[in-house]
């Protein structure tokens, strides 16, 4: 079974500024796939970033990166030049290869963005 | 449209009402999903068509009956529900499997 945890129920930061939000699972699979997702208060769930885990490279999607740490099976995000618009839920998710559809989630951070 | 779409958006019913939700991809994807999203809780997984045929069913309780009558719709059909089963229902698809989901807005249910 994989589980997905996300320790920050709730984060802040100042426009234009940088936020991490922090994401760690647990696997016994060697080849699996993870996700950052965005739900803004329209509910409409979004794709933000992808990172295969055969990958050394961290993922870069312009504003948002990530930090893949596969031995400390760490997986976070990174938002530069934070926007109003960033303001949503984040949800961390990781899917095993040929797993059948099962992608698993964790609880999400809540994210707020100050004027 | 474009995307996923879901109707209705909000739904209230009784416990007694049998209602259908319903969502249609414009994607091209071969597989979609129901998930149930409630507060505090990870998004949990319903129901998974793949062209189709149902390849999963997650321990979800009777009363939720899915339809997929074409790679492009799928309905949740609904009755008797508990007051519980108020949540978020979300729709996704994809193209197959270990590819990225792309997600309806939901349909916000509340059963009184």
């Known amino acids: 079974a994989q589980t997905v945890t996300q320790s920050q129920p709730e984060m802040s930061v100042q426009e234009a500024e940088t936020v991490t939000l922090s994401c760690t699972y647990d696997?016994?699979?060697?080849?699996?796939?993870l996700f950052w997702y965005k739900q803004p208060p329209s509910r409409q769930m979004i794709l933000v970033i992808r990172q295969e885990a055969y990958k050394q490279q961290n993922a870069t999607e312009n504003r948002f990166s990530v930090n893949f740490q596969k031995a400390a099976k760490s997986f976070s995000l990174k938002i530069s030049d934070s926007q109003l618009g960033d303001a949503a839920m984040y949800f961390c998710?990781?899917?095993?290869?040929?797993?059948?559809?099962?992608?698993?989630f964790g609880k999400g951070t809540l994210l707020t963005v100050n004027p | 449209e474009t995307g996923v779409t879901q109707t209705p958006r909000h739904l209230v019913m009784g416990m007694t009402n049998k209602k259908s939700l319903k969502c249609e991809q414009h994607l091209g994807h071969n597989a979609m999903y129901w998930y149930k999203q409630s507060a505090k809780k990870p998004l949990e997984l319903m129901f998974v068509?793949?062209?189709?045929?149902?390849?999963e069913n997650n321990s979800v309780p009777s009363r939720f009956s899915p339809e997929c009558p074409n790679s492009s719709h799928l309905f949740l059909h609904l009755h008797t529900l508990q007051p519980e089963d108020s949540a978020l229902y979300l729709c996704?698809?994809?193209?197959?499997?270990?590819?990225?989901?792309?997600f309806g807005p939901g349909t916000r249910l509340t059963v009184t």
């Open positions: 068509y793949s062209l189709e045929e149902r390849v």
């Open positions: 696997t016994s699979e060697s080849d699996y796939y």
């Open positions: 996704a698809s994809s193209q197959g499997r270990d590819y990225e989901q792309y």
């Open positions: 998710a990781i899917t095993r290869v040929g797993s059948n559809y099962k992608l698993t």
